[in-house]
T-cell receptor
Framework: GQQVMQIPQYQHVQEGEDFTTYCNSS?????IQWYKQRPGGHPVFLIQ?????EVKKQKRLTFQFGEAKKNSSLHITATQTTDVGTYFC?????????????FGSGTQLTVLP | KAGVTQTPRYLIKTRGQQVTLSCSPI?????VSWYQQTPGQGLQFLFE???????NKGNFPGRFSGRQFSNSRSEMNVSTLELGDSALYLC?????????????FGNGTRLTVT
């Protein structure tokens, strides 16, 4: 079945440093979504990318969707303590419901003050 | 607009028992999906309901079931609980149309099986 791999599993950074997490799918994705889960919380939708090569920015966060629509990345510039949490990428199956997402294993970000 | 509401927040059950979890979606959302989150397996799709019909089902045994009511509220049931069923169960609602509408998750129900 479809697999979504995410690296690294953990990342510790000093506040102000940059952070990047990478996501790779075993199948071509119609779209890729990113979610953030704070410690003790629930996943919160960040963004959806649909087009090949798409780049979207949200303040200090930059999301990219690969040309082949099989990989994606999330880059955070100048991390802050509020960025702490686990970042998940997720994609729908090649056929079937868009709500049946396959989630990556997540990258747990720790920001040291 | 109120978010997704899940009850109860915490549950402790014994092996062999059954449990029912409840989810109220965002008003106007007709799709409710259920996910299981564990440290070992991560977030895994259980099933999706739309207009009272199960649309999709993940790779879980038949002990896991669900239903959706006419007001879009959903319940999931796990029978004959096993230790491995201990997890955070997350409900997510979306508008559920043909477009790829994002998932809005509830706070989850933390189930512990002893």
């Amino acid at each position: 079945g479809q697999q979504v791999m995410q690296i690294p599993q953990y990342q510790h950074v000093q506040e102000g440093e940059d952070f990047t997490t990478y996501c790779n799918s075993s199948t071509t994705l119609s779209n890729i979504q990113w979610y953030k889960q704070r410690p003790g919380g629930h996943p919160v939708f960040l963004i959806q990318l649909v087009k090949s090569g798409e780049v979207k920015k949200q303040k200090r966060l930059t999301f990219q969707f690969g040309e082949a629509k099989k990989n994606s990345s999330l880059h955070i510039t100048a991390t802050q303590t509020t960025d702490v949490g686990t970042y998940f990428c997720a994609g729908p199956p090649p056929s079937g419901s868009a709500r049946q997402l396959t989630f990556g294993s997540g990258t747990q970000l720790t920001v040291l003050p | 607009k109120a978010g997704v509401t899940q009850t109860p927040r915490y549950l402790i059950k014994t092996r062999g028992q059954q449990v029912t979890l409840s989810c109220s979606p965002i008003s106007g959302h007709r799709s409710v999906s259920w996910y299981q989150q564990t440290p070992g397996q991560g977030l895994q799709f259980l099933f999706e309901y739309f207009s009272e019909t199960q649309r999709n089902k993940g790779n879980f045994p038949g002990r896991f079931s669900g239903r959706q009511f006419s007001n879009s509220r959903s319940e999931m049931n796990v029978s004959t609980l096993e230790l491995g069923d201990s997890a955070l169960y997350l409900c997510a609602s979306s508008s559920g149309g043909l477009t790829n509408s994002p998932l809005h998750f509830g706070n989850g129900t933390r189930l512990t099986v002893t």
